[in-house]
Every structure is written in structure tokens, then in C-alpha cells.
């Protein structure tokens, strides 16, 4: 894997990274796990998506259902966090109002990079007038991830880390499965690692010029 | 364009510090400082060191308010910060 880097001068700007096959095959599958968990359609099956995306009212019916109070699942929870924890009203007309819209969205981000990563090629590009919808996209399917990791705080987030250093060889970073207590949770933690990762790299690039900028107010001051 | 003078009763009502609301970010262990720091940047337009300052208070303090004003106003903010992923609530100012 390789993180987001500019593409060379002389076209239009774009952030490229480079996966390997099952690299992309796992992204691939969280993204599409996440619009399903959002009331998405299966991603791949686009006779039903160009149906739906062309009856704006039936996109905006789509979560309306689940609109009506706070999500059961503690991870869609945390991407339609509770508005106003202190009021109840305020938060159910709040979720009433905004979730669907919210949903859409959020299914529309992930099957862009579903399809990006469907295309042919180790390189995953993403246009420049893409880059923080894709940020915002990879945001919710960490904070996903980070509900099933029960990483509520920077602690938990830390243990988690450590829990996963154990698991791979000082020296080598092989990865050793005798010394991993639950396997899976490890797993899933190296997957929200590299996801952080790609994302802090995509995030370079998004803020590529800002330095610049920067340096040039504080001559200024 | 009416000339009257504005009642001052009508002005109270409108900066009774009960109508004034406030749209709050709180800190969680996933979202990256430099990805909070630009969502501060573009959807509030502030530069980059004062976006950092908000950006560090959420992460040390564990909140911060990013806006003030109508309720209606504020669910837009909060709707915005909704869809980047980050974590915000609205609750009257003073509370």
C-alpha cells in the first residue's frame, strides 16, 4: 500500500494511492458493509441504484422510517450522532428532519469510492474536487469500525494500539498470531489503522497549499 | 422602509439569552486533528491557526463552541458537522 500522493504535474490535480488486489478487495468490502449498515442499496447492483437516484422522493423516503428516534446499532449512532443529548425534542426533530438527507449523502460518498475501487489497476485516483468528500467517506467508516472496537476514548484507543503492537515482532513487524488474544479484534484494528492512515496521507494533499499561505500571514504580521 | 423606531420590548425578545443557541464539537479518539482543522477551514472559514486553536481545544479541553446564534441556524452548523463525521450537538447558550 501507498499512500495519497499528488499526481505528477501537468494534468488535472488528483490524489493517487496504490493498493494491492486484496488490499482493495477488503477497503471494498468495509465501504459497501457501511452503506448497507446507512439503509444503502448493495453497491454493484445498479439497475436498482438508477432507479432509486432518479425519484428524489423515494432517496428521501429511504431512511425516513429509522429517522424517528436515535439508531439501535451504537455504529450508525455514532455517523447520526444525537443532536442535543439534554432534549429530547430538540434531538428527535433534529434527527426528523436532517437523517435522510444525512443518509443519502452518506451512501452517495461510499459508493463513489466503491466504484473508484472497482476499477481496473493498483492506483485508487481521486479527483481533487473529490478529496473531502472521500475524507468525510473514510471518517465514517473509521468511526464505524471504532464502535465495534468499543474505542470510546483516546485511551481505548491507545490500548487498542498497544494490543496490536503485541501482536507483531519488535523487530520484524511480523505479524504473530500466538501472541494476538483475539485475532479478530486485531485484524479489525490493522484495518482502521491503515484506513487512519490513508486518510492522514489524503489529508497532506488536501492541505498541500496551506503551509504556504500560512507562512505568507505571518510575514505579513 | 418604516422610520418607527424599533419597540424596545421587540428587541429584548430577540437577544433573550434563552433565543440564543450554540453549536458545540466534541472530542472523540477518531477524528484526525489535520481533517478537523480543515473542516474548520472551509465550512467556518476560519485560517489555518485559528482553525488549529479550535481544532486543539476540542482535543485538550473536550469541546468546544464553533458557532452561535438562532436554533435554526444551528442545526444547519450541526447538520454540517454531521456530515463530515464529526461529533456536534446545539443547546441553548447559557446552559
Known amino acids: 500500500m501507498r499512500g495519497f500522493q499528488e499526481s505528477p504535474a501537468g494534468g488535472p490535480s488528483a490524489a493517487i494511492a496504490e493498493l494491492d488486489p486484496e488490499e482493495r478487495a477488503v477497503i471494498a468490502r468495509v465501504v459497501a458493509d457501511v452503506g448497507l449498515l446507512l439503509g444503502g442499496e448493495p453497491f454493484g447492483m445498479e439497475i436498482d441504484v438508477a432507479d432509486v437516484d432518479d425519484d428524489p422522493l423515494f432517496r428521501h423516503f429511504r431512511g425516513f422510517e429509522s429517522a424517528l428516534t436515535d439508531p439501535d446499532d451504537p455504529a450508525v449512532l455514532r455517523i447520526l450522532p444525537n443532536a442535543a443529548p439534554d432534549d429530547r425534542d430538540v434531538a428527535d426533530e433534529f434527527r426528523r428532519f436532517t437523517e435522510p438527507e444525512l443518509r443519502s449523502l452518506k451512501v452517495d460518498r461510499l459508493r463513489t469510492i466503491w466504484k473508484a475501487l472497482n476499477e481496473d489497476g493498483p492506483e485508487w485516483i481521486i479527483p481533487a474536487a473529490d478529496a473531502m468528500s472521500t475524507a468525510a467517506a473514510l471518517t465514517d467508516i473509521r468511526l464505524v469500525l471504532a464502535s465495534r472496537l468499543d474505542m470510546e476514548t483516546d485511551d481505548d484507543a491507545a490500548a487498542l494500539y498497544a494490543e496490536i503492537d503485541r501482536a507483531h515482532d519488535t523487530v520484524t513487524g511480523r505479524y504473530l498470531a500466538d501472541n494476538a488474544q483475539n485475532p479478530e479484534r486485531v485484524w479489525l484494528g490493522m484495518l482502521y489503522q491503515a484506513l487512519t492512515w490513508l486518510q492522514e496521507s489524503l489529508m497532506s494533499y488536501v492541505m498541500r497549499d496551506d503551509v504556504m499561505r500560512d507562512d505568507v500571514m505571518r510575514d505579513d504580521v | ?95
Open chain 2, 1 to 95: 422602509m418604516s422610520t418607527q423606531p424599533l419597540n424596545a420590548s421587540d428587541v429584548d425578545v430577540a437577544t433573550r439569552t434563552d433565543d440564543v443557541w450554540v453549536t458545540l464539537v466534541w472530542n472523540d479518539p477518531v477524528n484526525l486533528m489535520s481533517y478537523v482543522t480543515h473542516v474548520f477551514q472551509s465550512y467556518f472559514g476560519w485560517n489555518r491557526v485559528e482553525a488549529e486553536r479550535r481544532m486543539r481545544e476540542v482535543h485538550e479541553l473536550g469541546k468546544t463552541v464553533v458557532s452561535s446564534g438562532a436554533r435554526e441556524h444551528m442545526e444547519v452548523d450541526v447538520q454540517a458537522m454531521h456530515s463530515y463525521g464529526l461529533w456536534a450537538t446545539l443547546r441553548r447558550s447559557g446552559e
